[in-house]
């Protein structure tokens, strides 16, 4: 089992570890700050550091079990396991993509519609929603987005048991996407006055550490699937 510090504290941006298995460009940690590819979010990538090398940490993603993360790794060989190392993201991307994933959740407040299937990249955003009509309108989704950034609303974690999620499906509001079961237990993301649901991703402390953003684009997908896309301003 691989520890997930990104998951108790997504700020963390280095950690001393050591190899637990290792394979043909990869090798897994006993504990990590790098997130895997999962729930629409990319894996992280950044550098393993170890003595005299420093190898480039290309992708994360699961590994044969989800209670196991796996390191992608190019630019030398893979260390051997037992060898202690240390896992340094790329903060600026990793941060970019804490600001997207959180304003998402503020997407999915502001559309009234069910979330089908979204997708976090570096510096934009998108979720598709179950509309019939082409009613949403790019300029009120961006003012408002906008207002709740400015407005500065906390967001916080907090921790309940399976059992609780599965009496409370409203939860979980993207339909293609479930959220982990971390030792039997769901994390839920609150936006303070606006939102909560379940999700495993990582998130910044507060709405105005997102940033101005745009309604870049809104598609018809399908006959009752809308897109949106949020760009970040800067």
């Known amino acids: 089992m691989t520890e997930a510090v990104f998951r108790m504290d997504p700020y963390q941006r280095e950690v001393e570890t050591f190899v637990t298995a290792r394979g043909d460009g990869w090798v897994e940690l006993a504990a990590t ?77 502001a559309v009234d519609g069910v979330v089908t299937g979204g997708q976090i990249g570096d510096g934009k955003g998108r979720l598709d929603f179950d509309i019939p009509e082409a009613t949403l309108d790019k300029v009120a989704l961006t003012e408002r987005l906008n207002a709740w950034i400015e407005a500065d609303h906390a967001v916080a974690e907090r921790w309940i048991e399976a059992a609780e999620l599965d009496a409370r499906p409203e939860l979980v509001k993207t339909m293609s996407v479930a959220p982990p079961r971390t030792g039997g237990r769901i994390r839920l993301i609150e936006i303070e006055g606006l939102d909560l649901q379940a999700c495993g991703g990582t998130h910044v402390r507060s709405t105005r550490e997102i940033g101005r953003v745009s309604v870049a684009k809104i598609e018809k997908k399908g006959r009752q699937n809308r897109r949106v896309q949020v760009v970040f301003d800067d």
Not at 75 to 86: C, Q, T
């Open 33 to 109: 700050v790098f997130y895997p590819t999962g729930g629409g979010q990319p894996g992280d990538v950044g550098q393993l550091v170890g003595g005299d090398a420093t190898l480039e940490v290309t992708e994360t993603r699961k590994g044969e079990t989800p209670e196991l993360i796996r390191h992608l790794v190019a630019g030398g060989p893979e260390p051997a396991v037992g060898a202690p190392v240390r896992a340094v993201l790329d903060w600026q991307r990793r941060h970019r993509l804490m600001r997207m994933h959180t304003c998402l959740h503020l997407l999915c407040r």
